[in-house]
């Protein structure tokens, strides 16, 4: 019976375009990986090629961990899709046995997901047979070198990552815990990762490195270029046990699951007793309340405040939003026993080393939080099946969005409050009293702040426009390796980077200088587009029972009022002068040059100096100089004199 439901659930994915557009994406970003510079996900370097048997084993492990949200997509509805389709009450009272149902599902989602990260096998494979690849930077085409690491390393990091999800799903019944499942899987990386600082800690974070990162990083650490571009990652030593203990632990997540499923309609529940309802039922009459019609600006405002106050409460009180932030938070508590180290010695906690610590560990849980919860917020509704009644109710149509996305900032203000407490924390700990809280507040809720309004303003658009909730994540994780993929192409330019506005390191000299005005106007500029894209987003946002493109268009239209049309194209004019001005400061007042510039010039600097590499030169034998600094007007006057003296 096992057989026969696996057949089904292959049927059913091979019918499913995401299934096709998972191995589009793994075999896209796996070609030109190894065949362009556009993307770069730590292949070779110097006289190691790009497609040597290390460098391979390398990429693989990075792109199956960094894309395993593709997984956690495939194997954590193998059952819960009975529970979200609501067909559990007729499975389960066919004659199957829980075995036969839970290993069908199980063997047909995972054969799906080694069918989509195949795409990394045969991405590689193609990319380097290519016909625009750069043979010098090549080795010839070794199959088992592209084979090897599929197997002993992709391959078992499914199996681990698949069983989780798969069970989490199963016993959870929820995708929201599928996906906490998956950032805790990050979390234990960034620990092991952490435990690399110390070298005598490194065989213990390749021991526990569930991606095996750092376990294909410590087995090669010492090899030679030769070595590298000839021999695969010996599967013996500590690379052996971590994949001997991760597979274990997916075994033993087998079992755990199988014996844990409730093989029924209503699970049972060990810490949730059953409530009596003592109310008195006899009293039939009541009193209806009297209703008073009152619109206008400030009842919608008031809707706004009190929606907001709602989903802020609820993504507060999720077990999702908790398991993130205590996470983050330990990764930054855990990197702060390494902050200041140079070489073994360790500088003063100063605030802004505790700024960038807080910025670096925890960027990336900013990042799940906006893109999971913007999906999360948009669909709410729908998801609970209580959407039709939400859309009947005498309100605006950009309440609903306004004030799930002023949810979301009120979280991030949390967040931020509480992070600025951790580092205060931790300076303390370390003896160090000298809080800047300006620099606090003025890093945080000024460059972080508004790197987060923009990119949930973005992910709010995205979820509204695909309406499908699992492609708009998609969609976001594909944009932010979009933004890498144009900056390796060579368009770095802060008008075409998404969000690009950076204040710069703080000083102790001159504080953030002449930074503020430049990320003034690129936090002006993207903060516009990403509100004129809010706008849009308002207009075909889905509401009632009909979400197909054509309706939604016609309802949008509808829609156009004219102060949502005065917003929207205030902000867009906006944000096209803002465009302008930078444009004209960076490119006509001052001379623009990206990273191929700066490179070129190096390079003719050395090709036209290298004729005097050995020729003699006079010698500085004393220098005396008067130097006054302005830091405020970026200025600064220079007396003194050299004396040089040649030498025979």
Same mark, same amino acid.
């Given at each position: 019976?096992w057989?026969?439901?696996?057949k089904f ?9 995401a299934?096709?557009i998972y191995f589009g994406?793994?075999?896209?970003v ?9 993307v ?11 497609n040597?048997?290390a460098?391979?084993?390398f990429?693989?492990?990075i ?6 949200m593709i997984?956690s997509?495939?194997m954590g509805?193998g059952?819960?899709r009975d ?14 046995s ?10 047909g989602s ?11 096998l ?7 047979i ?5 043979a010098?930077?090549?080795?010839p085409?070794?199959?088992w070198a592209?084979i090897?690491?599929f197997?002993?390393?992709v391959?078992?990091?499914?199996f681990?990552s698949?069983?989780l999800?798969?069970v989490t799903g199963a016993l959870a019944?929820?995708?929201?815990v599928?996906?906490?499942q998956?950032?805790i899987l ?6 092991s990762?952490?435990l690399t600082a110390e070298v005598s800690?490194q065989?213990l974070?390749?021991?526990l ?8 990083d410590?087995?090669r650490?010492?090899?030679?270029v ?6 695969v990652i010996?599967?013996e ?6 994949r001997?203990?991760w597979?274990?632990?997916g075994?033993?997540g ?6 844990s499923?409730s ?5 049972n ?6 409530v009596?309802?003592?109310r008195?039922?006899s009293?039939?009459s009541?009193?209806v309340?009297?209703?008073?019609f009152?619109?206008? /600006?400030g009842t919608y405002?008031l809707q706004?405040?009190?929606q907001?106050?709602f989903?802020?409460?609820y ?9 993130i ?6 990764i930054?508590i855990?990197?702060?026993?390494y902050i ?7 500088t003063?906690p100063?605030t802004?080393?505790?700024v960038?610590?807080?910025t670096g560990a925890?960027?990336l849980?900013?990042?799940i939080? /906006?893109v999971?919860?913007s999906?999360?917020l948009?669909w ?6 209580i959407?039709l009644i939400q859309?009947?109710?005498p ?9 799930k ?13 509480g ?10 700990f370390k003896g160090?009293f ?15 702040? !508004?790197?987060?309004i923009?990119?949930t303003l ?9 309406n499908n909730?699992f ?7 594909i944009?932010?390796?979009?933004m ?6 060579g368009?770095?330019h802060g008008?075409?980077?998404f969000?690009?506005?950076n204040?710069g390191?703080f !000083?102790?000299?001159n504080?953030?200088g ?5 990320f003034?106007w690129?936090?002006l500029?993207?903060i ?5 894209l809010f706008?849009?987003?308002?207009m075909?946002?889905?509401?009632g029972s009909e ?5 939604r268009?016609k309802?949008?239209v ?5 102060p949502?049309l ?5 902000a867009?004019?906006?944000f096209?002068?803002?465009g302008?001005?930078i444009?004209?400061?960076?490119n006509?007042?001052?001379?623009y ?10 390079a003719?600097?050395?090709?036209e100096?290298k004729q005097?590499e050995?020729?003699?030169?006079p010698?500085?034998?004393d ?5 006054e600094?302005y830091p405020?007007?970026?200025d600064?006057s220079?007396?003194?004199?050299y004396?040089l003296?040649?030498?025979?």
């Amino acid at each position: 019976m096992w057989f026969k439901i696996m057949k089904f659930e292959l049927a059913y994915r091979k019918k499913r375009p995401a299934t096709y557009i998972y191995f589009g994406i793994l075999f896209l970003v796996a070609m030109l990986a190894v065949s362009t510079d556009i993307v770069t996900i730590g292949g070779g370097t110097g006289q190691v090629k790009e497609n040597a048997p290390a460098t391979l084993a390398f990429m693989m492990v990075i792109t199956s961990a960094v894309l395993m949200m593709i997984t956690s997509a495939i194997m954590g509805v193998g059952v819960l899709r009975d529970f979200e389709h609501q067909t559990e009450s007729m499975v389960f009272t066919t004659p199957i046995s829980k075995f036969d149902y839970l290993f069908g599902r199980f063997l047909g989602s995972f054969i799906v997901t080694l069918f989509a990260f195949s795409g990394l096998l045969f991405g590689f494979i193609v990319g380097e047979i290519a016909p625009w690849r750069d043979a010098d930077k090549l080795l010839p085409l070794n199959l088992w070198a592209d084979i090897h690491p599929f197997l002993f390393f992709v391959v078992p990091n499914l199996f681990f990552s698949g069983v989780l999800f798969f069970v989490t799903g199963a016993l959870a019944r929820k995708m929201v815990v599928v996906y906490v499942q998956w950032i805790i899987l990050f979390v234990v990386y960034m620990v092991s990762n952490t435990l690399t600082a110390e070298v005598s800690d490194q065989s213990l974070a390749a021991l526990l490195d569930p991606f095996a990162i750092n376990t294909v990083d410590f087995a090669r650490q010492y090899w030679t270029v030769a070595e590298q571009n000839s021999m695969v990652i010996p599967i013996e030593g500590v690379v052996l046990w971590n994949r001997i203990l991760w597979v274990g632990i997916g075994l033993v997540g087998l079992v755990i699951g199988y014996f844990s499923f409730s093989f029924n309609v209503v699970k049972n529940s060990f810490f949730k007793k059953k409530v009596q309802d003592n109310r008195d039922t006899s009293k039939t009459s009541m009193d209806v309340p009297k209703v008073r019609f009152k619109f206008g /600006l400030g009842t919608y405002l008031l809707q706004v405040w009190t929606q907001s106050l709602f989903y802020f409460k609820y993504m507060l009180k999720g077990i999702p939003f908790i398991t993130i932030t205590v996470m983050g938070f330990f990764i930054v508590i855990l990197n702060s026993f390494y902050i200041g180290e140079v070489f073994g010695t360790f500088t003063y906690p100063t605030t802004y080393l505790l700024v960038e610590l807080i910025t670096g560990a925890f960027t990336l849980f900013f990042v799940i939080i /906006l893109v999971f919860y913007s999906g999360e917020l948009v669909w709410r509704e729908r998801d609970v099946k209580i959407s039709l009644i939400q859309d009947a109710l005498p309100m605006p149509d950009f309440v609903n969005l306004v004030s799930k996305f002023l949810s979301l900032i009120m979280v991030y203000v949390v967040m931020l409050l509480g992070l600025i407490g951790c580092g205060v924390i931790i300076q303390a700990f370390k003896g160090y009293f000298n809080f800047e809280f300006n620099v606090y507040f003025g890093t945080l809720f000024t460059d972080t702040m !508004s790197l987060l309004i923009v990119f949930t303003l973005l992910a709010f658009f995205i979820q509204v426009l695909v309406n499908n909730k699992f492609l708009g994540h998609a969609l976001m994780i594909i944009f932010f390796i979009t933004m890498e993929v144009l900056e390796n192409l060579g368009l770095e330019h802060g008008l075409f980077q998404f969000g690009r506005a950076n204040l710069g390191r703080f !000083s102790q000299m001159n504080g953030f200088g002449h930074f503020v005005t430049n990320f003034s106007w690129f936090d002006l500029y993207w903060i516009m587009l990403s509100v004129f894209l809010f706008a849009v987003a308002v207009m075909f946002a889905a509401r009632g029972s009909e979400a197909a493109m054509k309706w939604r268009w016609k309802v949008g239209v509808l829609r156009l009022t004219k102060p949502l049309l005065t917003f929207g194209i205030s902000a867009f004019l906006v944000f096209c002068m803002s465009g302008c001005y930078i444009y004209y400061n960076t490119n006509v007042v001052n001379t623009y040059t990206n990273s191929d510039d700066v490179n070129a010039f190096f390079a003719n600097y050395e090709k036209e100096l290298k004729q005097y590499e050995f020729t003699k030169q006079p010698k500085v034998t004393d220098i005396n100089l008067k130097v006054e600094l302005y830091p405020e007007t970026r200025d600064y006057s220079v007396e003194g004199y050299y004396i040089l003296k040649n030498f025979e």
